[in-house]
């Protein structure tokens, strides 16, 4: 299973970012896919996930700002991110939580991380 995440760059405090992320390759089911952040020098950190139920999550960040939805029809999460801040800053990765078979237990799936910097 690979992840292709996109839709990073730079963006003035205040403003909007929309990132994407597909995933492609062997997979049977969707249990849950989301985005993580790792800004230099800390760990990485849950932003929010949407589960197949559609259940979300969102980190205390995040709520109010940003805004998770789920296609996995299409195997693709977005990620709204409305008035960014300069701590906002880090590289943003999506996570897939899934089978690529029914006998074989959930794994867990990273994509490449794609940069949102937030310049004040």
């Known amino acids: 299973v690979q992840l292709q995440a996109s839709g990073g760059g730079l963006v003035q405090s205040g403003g909007s970012r929309r990132l994407s992320c597909v995933a492609s390759g062997k997979i049977y089911s969707i249990s849950s896919m989301g985005w993580y952040r790792q800004a230099p020098g800390k760990p990485r950190e849950l932003v929010a996930l949407?589960?197949?139920?559609?259940?979300?999550q969102y980190a205390d960040f995040a709520k109010g700002r940003f805004t998770i939805s789920g296609d996995f029809a299409r195997n693709m999460v977005y990620l709204q991110m409305n008035n960014l801040r300069p701590e906002d800053t880090a590289a943003y990765y999506c996570?897939?939580?899934?089978?690529?078979?029914?006998?074989?237990?959930?794994?867990?799936?990273w994509g490449q991380g794609t940069q949102v910097t937030v310049s004040s």
């Open positions: 996570n897939l939580e899934g089978r690529e078979r029914s006998y074989y237990g959930p794994q867990n799936y």
């Open positions: 949407v589960t197949s139920g559609d259940r979300e």
